[in-house]
């Protein structure tokens, strides 16, 4: 087994990778929201406003840069007027796409916003085009971004909030060709136009309107979106980006497999089916340059991760799973690709932040007892990259293994420089063999490094209130200065990042 060489030139810097690729999402889906971000204001777990307070600390060692909600699916059946005033005076409705429960609408827009400001966090508010009406989608980002004296600005006064809050994000419908109403594109593509017109910039709130764009491999659907927005050299876009939403499973739909418990072939299937990330992206990305190669609208992937068959004794419609140090190796890779497809990425969303799918944080039902998954340990220790300049790194030599009809390469790479400091991350994806990584690097001095590693004994390791580090960031000492360059001993299945002190 030969070693793996990145070669980096730390002197040529590229596209600037956004903090918003780093995005999350909370969707009114099992216990995301009702029991993960919010308890209610007389729950025993500290909270402010009914929001968990540890929720929100933990978020922020991650720089979440960004939330989108309430959906999801649960976006085209949500009406915002019913989710603002009383709490006790909100009608309540069902929630039909995630395990048909009532909803009370305890959770809404002034809970959302102030959530977003205890995170830091910009608001991507995703609108209602399924079941929704311009008029409605109107006058909520009037309620939500007007100052002065509007009908709607009065009204959010009338329920307690003075000051309008700043939303940089606004989702025009969601999967519009499935659960938001189930359309063709050339349908979706006029009412995406009709719905943009109405989301309004008041004040000094601009927004980016994000149309609700395909379904993993649809080109045709993105190529139809683009072509409704016209000769982009001659007007202004009436949206000025394009969702797109891919998701990692190793199964069919009905039989996705466990989150806990797979074999070696279904780690490489799983890590081959995140690795396709980097041709979606770029096939998406060469059919919006045929109609704007100036890349003035953004791409969006603001649904993302694994998706396995629900934890044994859950609701199937609330979708929890655990959350293995495979699902942290699925992030590590697709990081890597979003870093370089910076120029045309301009957000993303992992779904979901908390209890669902491949969350961030788990919270026990019975204890209310928080876990930091393996994901989130990816965000932390990527959290460099937000806002860094983009640095090639060119992998050579890397051994590949034949998945799924395609050559998955065992070793994966990427940088950033921001300054006199650059960040790498390296992933093993071999789940029984360590290996020396060879970093090329070309065009400053090293100066010092300091390395992380995210590893563990079991591919399926996995944290939970009894170990809540079973699997956990650790020092990364195998790192020395050799004769083709630094070189770094990763371990079997880890991921690692390196950063480096520039002269």
């Not at 980016?208 to 876009?237: F, H, K, P």
Request: charge should be negative.
């Amino acid at each position: 087994m030969s070693d793996a060489r990145v070669v980096i030139d730390l002197d040529l810097p590229g596209p600037t990778i956004s903090r918003h690729l780093y995005g999350h999402f909370a969707e009114h889906l099992g216990r995301c929201i009702y029991g993960g971000f919010y308890v209610g204001e007389d729950s025993d777990i500290p909270n402010q406003g009914g929001i968990r307070l540890d929720v929100v600390e933990a978020l922020r060692e991650l720089r979440i840069p960004n939330l989108r909600w309430p959906g999801g699916c649960f976006a085209d059946e949500y009406h915002w007027r019913d989710g603002i005033g009383p709490r006790d005076e909100r009608p309540r409705m069902v929630n039909s796409h995630w395990g048909d429960v009532v909803e009370d609408n305890a959770f809404g827009t002034h809970e959302f916003m102030a959530l977003c400001e205890m995170l830091g966090a910009d608001a991507y508010v995703n609108g209602n085009v399924g079941s929704g009406s311009p008029r409605e989608m109107s006058e909520w980002i009037e309620y939500l971004t007007r100052e002065d004296d509007s009908p709607m600005a009065a009204l959010r006064r009338a329920n307690g909030r003075d000051e309008p809050w700043r939303v940089p994000f606004f989702g025009i419908g969601n999967e519009a060709w499935g659960c938001g109403g189930n359309m063709r594109a050339e349908a979706y593509a006029d009412l995406a136009r009709q719905f943009s017109t109405y989301v309004r910039d008041h004040a000094d709130n601009r927004v980016t309107r994000i149309a609700a764009g395909a379904n993993v491999d649809d080109y045709a659907w993105t190529d139809e979106l683009m072509r409704a927005l016209g000769d982009l050299s001659e007007q202004a876009a009436p949206f000025q980006a394009i969702s797109l939403h891919y998701y990692t499973m190793t199964g069919p739909w009905d039989a996705k497999g466990s989150a806990t418990s797979f074999t070696n072939d279904e780690w490489y299937l799983a890590l081959s089916r995140a690795y396709r990330i980097e041709e979606l992206l770029t096939r998406h990305a060469t059919v919006m340059d045929r109609h704007d190669p100036d890349r003035r609208v953004g791409l969006v992937l603001d649904e993302w991760g694994t998706w396995w068959d629900v934890e044994p004794g859950t609701n199937p419609g609330f979708l929890y799973q655990q959350n293995t140090l495979r699902d942290a190796l699925v992030a590590s890779v697709h990081f890597d690709a979003f870093h370089r497809h910076a120029d045309r990425l301009v957000m993303a969303n992992i779904a979901q932040t908390v209890n669902v799918l491949q969350a961030m944080l788990l919270t026990d039902p019975d204890t209310g007892a928080l876990v930091r998954t393996p994901t989130f340990h990816v965000f932390a220790m990527n959290a460099g990259h937000q806002d860094a300049d983009s640095l090639a790194a060119h992998v050579i030599g890397a051994e590949e293994r034949s998945v799924d009809g395609r050559d998955l390469p065992l070793v994966h790479a990427s940088a950033s420089r921001r300054g006199d400091t650059a960040l790498v991350s390296l992933s093993n994806l071999d789940a029984d063999e360590a290996r020396t990584i060879v970093l090329d690097l070309r065009g400053a001095e090293l100066e010092g490094w300091n390395g992380t590693v995210l590893t563990a004994g079991d591919t399926a390791a996995h944290n939970t209130p009894d170990a809540p580090e079973a699997v956990a960031p650790a020092p990364l000492e195998g790192v020395r200065r050799g004769a083709r360059g630094l070189e770094v001993d990763l371990p079997a299945h880890a991921f690692a990042t390196i950063e480096l002190a520039l002269a």
